[in-house]
């Protein structure tokens, strides 16, 4: 099954800023989304991850099958690496952790508390809870923000497995991850065309 | 859901605030209270069960920004939403995890402080009883508040506002348990109009919270 | 034609525009009317003096302040089902009346009670569930005034505003069990009163006619005030909307 995404529109604050976004993510592939800041990027993958309502268009194969990593990692500062994670695998309903332990090179770190850790571990923490959602689909937005060169292999060989398993990935990012089977999407094309939002468009 | 249940009761014990801060302010206006109406006992036990709720209220109050506003703040509640939890599940879960660290310890240290303002031997079972039956209701409907509030940055004023009237039933049928029973009269009718009100707000709130959350969160 | 083509902002003011000089007049009247009839041509109580023409700015107010918290709870079902934006505007210009009908009825009421109770103010629950109600009104409109997007603002506080009824209802039939009162029953609508066979316990005709015409008067001008300060909203958004517009090209 493939997420795809229907003549879409996406509004931030009522404004559209982009429109008739077409595409489709099937199994096994990743799709990098680029364009200048403020395109709407986030915009477009929040929608998609449907953490706001889409201004027109469908997204299709995104409910329950998707994982969201944001620009903040919703890490507890006064819990353990391992306890975070293991949190996370619960509410998906899932154990295992130490593939995302150990994908992520936190095993070291596993006890610490997460509070102590640094901006780039904390980076690596947030996206390993994305290993162990199990979820097919991988959303993420600015994954590699605050992670040294090292760091952002590791993340590009856990895409690299999740894409081998079946998995799919579709991400917002400026580097290049060396990921063959990645298309890139410019959505500066799909600005949207200056209009009113929805709700002023009753007032004039 | 019980994963979210544990990690809530977890970060309450060690972030210190959780049972700690909700009791120790239960205990200042306990103690306050003699300072400004004197000390005269007989007074004292005439108003203890009224007292006693009003902290418990406050106390209940006190905590009540903290259940959302964390979780806002981090980004867990845009990943919580985005997992297979239903977001009635998830504020009912956080409810009831407020309920635990602070709720239940109030109604726990509540006949001890009835002791310091001479609450008649007859009163404990019922300020407990009462306050076992009325704090689960405090919790769900500040629930609802912190809902309604948790995009605010310094929401926490406007929402004593707008929960604190709807405490008002609940105040009054738990405080007149607690009175009657100090005063050794039948409690029956109080009793079952609390216990209506809990078990409504517990039954039908979680709703109406979940459809705020969603709107705060889009 | 239905009544829902009055949603849209712009036919609402055309029509409101027409009707607002006939309303504001007749409000101006029955009100003059209700209360010059009320304070200068009927006799005293013999029990409770000339004290007793504060009713005719009491009962009004106090039949106010419900209606319109039950008008705004209307409107507010409206805009969660139907999401018209006419109708969530509405509900927000209502609430300040509201609130300030809430504390006319409640000063008018401690006016009277001085002289009648010997006291301003007792813990009766009808002064006290209006002392909630006008607590309800100002956590509804502080809420409205603290979000600044206009339909997550509309969204959150018609939400509130279904469940503060509730809670409403509820406080009012718990502060009924909670003391039994000083003031007066509902006496102004119960059957006698109307029909003439007035008791001392119900208000006789004398009282009620210009009671009723200043009530009419109350509720032209509400209607009148909401008109207005519903355009009011409707025309702030538009100019925002308009600014909005202007920027994005």
């Given at each position: 099954?493939?997420?795809?995404?229907?003549?879409?529109?996406?509004?931030?604050?009522?404004?559209?800023?982009?429109e008739?976004?077409?595409?489709?993510?099937?199994?096994?592939?990743?799709?990098?989304?680029?364009?200048?800041?403020?395109?709407?990027?986030?915009?477009?993958?929040?929608?998609?991850?449907?953490?706001?309502?889409?201004?027109?268009?469908?997204?299709?194969?995104?409910?329950?099958?998707?994982?969201?990593?944001?620009?903040?990692?919703?890490?507890?500062?006064?819990?353990?690496?391992?306890?975070?994670?293991?949190?996370?695998?619960?509410?998906?309903?899932?154990?295992?952790?130490?593939?995302?332990?150990?994908?992520?090179?936190?095993?070291?770190?596993?006890?610490?508390?997460?509070?102590?850790?640094?901006?780039?571990?904390?980076?690596?923490?947030?996206?390993?809870?994305?290993?162990?959602?199990?979820?097919?689909?991988?959303i993420?937005?600015?994954?590699?923000?605050?992670?040294?060169?090292?760091?952002?292999?590791?993340?590009?060989?856990a895409?690299?497995?999740?894409?081998?398993?079946?998995?799919?990935?579709?991400?917002?990012?400026?580097?290049?991850?060396?990921?063959?089977?990645?298309?890139?999407?410019?959505?500066?094309?799909?600005?949207?065309?200056?209009?009113?939002?929805?709700?002023?468009?009753?007032?004039? | 859901?019980?994963?979210?249940?544990?990690?809530?009761?977890?970060?309450?014990?060690r972030?210190?605030?959780?049972?700690?801060?909700?009791?120790?302010?239960?205990?200042?206006?306990?103690?306050?209270?003699?300072?400004?109406?004197?000390?005269?006992?007989?007074?004292?036990?005439?108003?203890?069960?009224?007292?006693?709720?009003?902290?418990?209220?406050?106390?209940?109050?006190?905590?009540?920004?903290?259940?959302?506003?964390?979780?806002?703040?981090?980004?867990?509640?845009?990943?919580?939403a985005?997992?297979?939890?239903?977001?009635e599940?998830?504020?009912?879960?956080?409810?009831?995890?407020?309920?635990?660290?602070?709720?239940?310890?109030?109604?726990?240290?509540?006949?001890?402080?009835?002791?310091?303002?001479?609450?008649?031997?007859?009163?404990?079972?019922w300020?407990?009883?009462?306050?076992?039956?009325?704090?689960?209701?405090?919790?769900?409907?500040?629930?609802?508040?912190?809902?309604?509030?948790?995009?605010?940055?310094?929401?926490?004023?406007?929402?004593?506002?707008?929960?604190?009237?709807?405490?008002?039933?609940?105040?009054?049928?738990?405080?007149?348990?607690?009175?009657?029973?100090?005063?050794?009269?039948?409690?029956?009718?109080?009793?079952?109009?609390?216990?209506?009100?809990?078990?409504?707000?517990?039954?039908?709130?979680?709703f109406?919270?979940?459809?705020?959350?969603?709107?705060?969160?889009? | 034609?239905?009544?829902?083509?009055?949603?849209?902002?712009?036919?609402?003011?055309r029509?409101?525009?027409?009707?607002?000089?006939?309303?504001?007049?007749?409000?101006?009247?029955?009100?003059?009317?209700?209360?010059?009839?009320?304070?200068?041509?009927?006799?005293?109580?013999?029990?409770?003096?000339?004290?007793?023409?504060?009713?005719?700015?009491h009962?009004?107010?106090?039949?106010?302040?419900?209606?319109?918290?039950?008008?705004?709870?209307?409107?507010?079902?409206?805009?969660?089902?139907?999401?018209?934006?006419?109708?969530?505007?509405?509900?927000?210009?209502?609430?300040?009346?509201?609130?300030?009908?809430?504390?006319?009825?409640?000063?008018?009421?401690?006016?009277?009670?001085q002289?009648?109770?010997?006291?301003?103010?007792?813990?009766?629950?009808?002064?006290?569930?209006?002392?909630?109600?006008?607590?309800?009104?100002?956590?509804?409109?502080?809420l409205?005034?603290?979000?600044?997007?206009?339909?997550?603002?509309?969204?959150?506080?018609?939400?509130?505003?279904?469940?503060?009824?509730?809670?409403?209802?509820?406080?009012?039939?718990?502060?009924?069990?909670?003391?039994?009162?000083?003031?007066?029953?509902?006496?102004?609508?119960?059957?006698?009163?109307?029909?003439?066979?007035?008791?001392?316990?119900?208000?006789?005709?004398?009282f009620?006619?210009?009671?009723?015409?200043?009530?009419?008067?109350?509720?032209l001008?509400?209607?009148?005030?909401?008109?207005?300060?519903?355009?009011?909203?409707?025309?702030?958004?538009?100019?925002?909307?308009?600014?909005?517009?202007?920027?994005?090209?």
């Amino acid at each position: 099954m493939e997420l795809s995404v229907k003549n879409l529109a996406v509004a931030r604050g009522g404004v559209p800023v982009l429109e008739g976004v077409n595409f489709a993510l099937r199994a096994g592939r990743a799709l990098v989304l680029r364009g200048p800041n403020g395109a709407g990027k986030t915009t477009l993958l929040r929608t998609i991850a449907g953490l706001q309502p889409a201004f027109e268009g469908e997204v299709q194969g995104a409910e329950d099958r998707i994982a969201y990593a944001g620009h903040s990692d919703g890490i507890k500062a006064m819990l353990s690496v391992a306890e975070n994670l293991r949190f996370w695998a619960q509410v998906f309903n899932r154990s295992e952790i130490d593939g995302a332990l150990d994908g992520f090179n936190l095993r070291d770190l596993e006890d610490r508390n997460a509070g102590s850790l640094s901006a780039g571990q904390k980076r690596r923490l947030g996206l390993a809870r994305l290993m162990v959602s199990g979820r097919q689909v991988w959303i993420l937005d600015e994954p590699t923000v605050s992670l040294d060169a090292a760091s952002v292999a590791l993340f590009a060989e856990a895409v690299r497995r999740h894409l081998a398993e079946g998995g799919s990935a579709l991400m917002a990012t400026h580097i290049d991850l060396g990921l063959d089977e990645a298309e890139v999407f410019d959505v500066s094309p799909y600005r949207a065309k200056p209009r009113v939002s929805a709700a002023d468009e009753a007032f004039l | 859901m019980i994963a979210l249940l544990m990690r809530d009761l977890r970060l309450a014990v060690r972030a210190g605030g959780g049972f700690g801060l909700g009791l120790a302010f239960f205990l200042i206006v306990t103690v306050l209270v003699p300072f400004g109406v004197g000390p005269e006992n007989e007074l004292l036990s005439k108003i203890a069960p009224g007292v006693l709720w009003i902290g418990a209220l406050l106390a209940c109050l006190l905590s009540l920004d903290r259940i959302f506003a964390l979780d806002w703040e981090d980004g867990s509640l845009d990943l919580l939403a985005t997992a297979p939890l239903p977001m009635e599940g998830i504020v009912s879960i956080k409810a009831l995890a407020h309920w635990i660290t602070t709720g239940l310890p109030l109604v726990l240290a509540a006949p001890a402080l009835g002791v310091l303002l001479s609450l008649p031997p007859t009163g404990y079972l019922w300020v407990v009883v009462s306050l076992l039956l009325g704090t689960p209701a405090l919790s769900v409907i500040g629930t609802f508040g912190a809902a309604l509030t948790v995009s605010l940055k310094r929401g926490g004023l406007l929402m004593s506002l707008l929960v604190l009237p709807l405490y008002v039933p609940t105040l009054i049928f738990g405080a007149e348990v607690a009175r009657r029973g100090a005063m050794g009269l039948t409690v029956e009718t109080p009793l079952l109009m609390l216990a209506g009100i809990s078990f409504g707000a517990i039954a039908l709130l979680p709703f109406a919270s979940a459809a705020v959350l969603r709107i705060n969160l889009r | 034609m239905s009544i829902w083509k009055y949603a849209n902002p712009v036919t609402f003011i055309r029509t409101t525009d027409r009707l607002l000089p006939w309303l504001s007049v007749a409000a101006v009247l029955c009100l003059a009317t209700g209360l010059i009839w009320g304070f200068f041509f009927t006799p005293d109580d013999f029990r409770q003096g000339s004290t007793v023409k504060i009713i005719y700015l009491h009962v009004p107010s106090a039949l106010m302040a419900i209606n319109i918290w039950l008008m705004m709870l209307v409107a507010s079902l409206v805009w969660i089902v139907r999401r018209h934006h006419v109708s969530a505007l509405a509900a927000r210009a209502a609430a300040p009346i509201g609130a300030t009908m809430t504390v006319i009825a409640l000063a008018t009421g401690a006016l009277w009670g001085q002289p009648m109770w010997g006291t301003w103010w007792v813990w009766d629950p009808r002064l006290t569930s209006f002392l909630i109600l006008f607590l309800f009104y100002l956590g509804y409109i502080a809420l409205w005034s603290a979000i600044e997007d206009d339909d997550t603002a509309a969204d959150l506080t018609s939400i509130l505003c279904l469940v503060g009824s509730v809670f409403a209802i509820l406080s009012r039939y718990a502060v009924n069990f909670w003391n039994q009162g000083l003031h007066q029953g509902a006496s102004v609508m119960r059957a006698g009163a109307i029909t003439g066979s007035d008791t001392e316990e119900k208000v006789s005709n004398v009282f009620f006619y210009p009671m009723a015409v200043s009530a009419l008067g109350f509720i032209l001008l509400f209607v009148a005030l909401v008109f207005l300060r519903t355009q009011t909203e409707i025309r702030t958004r538009r100019a925002r909307a308009l600014l909005a517009r202007e920027q994005s090209t």
